[in-house]
């Protein structure tokens, strides 16, 4: 294989433009795993010509607060959690059913033509009930993603940012509260979403699909914290290390958002159900809020 590459995403402007809702682990052979560390930061320019600028879609959303059968008593914070969150140094978000409406990868495998399959093993690996790589792995290997599907689907059906979020992470820089985006998705799907929230590339802690040179799906980058279980655990604590932080909140909606709070990492969990409601994770947060605008009016 004469190499790899990676693909880093043209900046994107807002829109109006609404669409609808809908793992034996990757083994990389030694000339692969070899030449890892050669991956590029961006494509060539001959490989970026023609592609043509994305668009975000901005969205609405009316979230279910009930689940039958199920009370939750954290819909309220305490003055504790009240003062973690009002004067944290920094806030990591995830990205898919926080910061934007989807699931980036169940979208990109619904666009190749593998959805329903993809979809069952998201279901487990936010919950928590098999190891995130083993998920990963697996719903790659279900449709092996080409790298002119990729940039196919980020234009065509381009990542929904969730109603508030932009207005939450303003709020937040202007209280100059450091913001990072921690997920177990892709680079190549959340660079758009960065670019358009003011978010640098440094804060973005996510998984990395690899390419060859003909644009054929190789794998991902196992390095990365993000692409296994407790990584991003690992990732905030990394983040909280580098930065000498002393307040640090995590805001997500699976199991793996949940992992981060520990000592070391995030001092407060907050549960964003306003897309996907997780009740075993939800039941274990520090505060569980279905919008964003309860946060920023909080602030």
């Known amino acids: 294989m004469a190499g790899l ?9 807002p829109s109006h433009y609404l669409r609808r809702s809908p793992l034996p682990t990757v083994i990389f052979s030694p000339s692969i795993s070899a030449r890892l560390p050669e ?31 199920t009370h939750f008593d954290n819909t309220q914070p305490s003055k504790e959690v009240l003062d973690i969150w009002r ?8 990205v898919d059913s926080t910061v934007c409406l989807d699931e980036g990868i169940d979208e990109l495998a619904d666009f190749c033509g593998a959805g329903k399959a993809v979809a069952e093993w998201t279901t487990k690996a936010m919950t928590g009930s098999v190891p995130f790589e083993e998920a990963l792995a697996a719903r ?6 080409s790298l002119s599907q990729v940039q196919d689907c980020l234009e065509k059906r381009p990542p929904r940012i969730s109603p508030g979020i932009a207005d939450l992470i303003k709020k937040l820089k ?12 892709f680079r190549q799907m959340i660079n758009p979403v960065a670019m358009q929230l003011g978010i640098p590339s440094e804060n973005i802690f ?23 279980s407790g990584g991003k655990a690992t990732a905030v604590q990394q983040i909280r290390k580098d930065h000498d932080y002393k307040k640090l909140v995590m805001i997500g909606d699976g199991a793996t ?13 907050i549960c964003y159900a306003g897309v996907q409601m997780r009740a075993a994770v939800a ?17």
Do not use: H, Y
Not at 40 to 65: C, D, N, W, Y
Not at 208 to 213: C, E, T, V
Not at 257 to 269: H, I, S, V, Y
């Open 206 to 228: 996510a998984n990395q699909l690899l390419f060859g040179n003909s644009g054929e799906f190789l794998g991902f980058d196992t390095t990365e914290p993000t692409s296994r």
């Open 257 to 269: 958002d949940l992992e981060a709070r520990k000592p070391g990492g995030a001092d407060l969990f």
């Open 283 to 299: 039941t274990k947060a520090d505060w569980l809020v279905f919008s964003f605008q309860e946060l920023l009016t909080s602030l």
């Open 140 to 145: 790659l290997s279900l449709f092996n993603p």
């Open 5 to 13: 590459v990676n693909v880093r995403i043209n900046p994107v402007c």
């Open 39 to 69: 991956i590029s930061l961006s494509l060539s320019s001959s490989i970026m010509r023609g592609i043509r600028p994305l668009t975000l879609a901005a969205a609405s959303l009316e979230p279910a607060k009930t689940i039958s059968g």
């Open 87 to 94: 004067s944290a140094d920094a806030v990591c978000f995830d």
């Open 174 to 185: 202007a209280k100059n509260t450091d913001v990072f985006l921690v997920s177990g998705g």
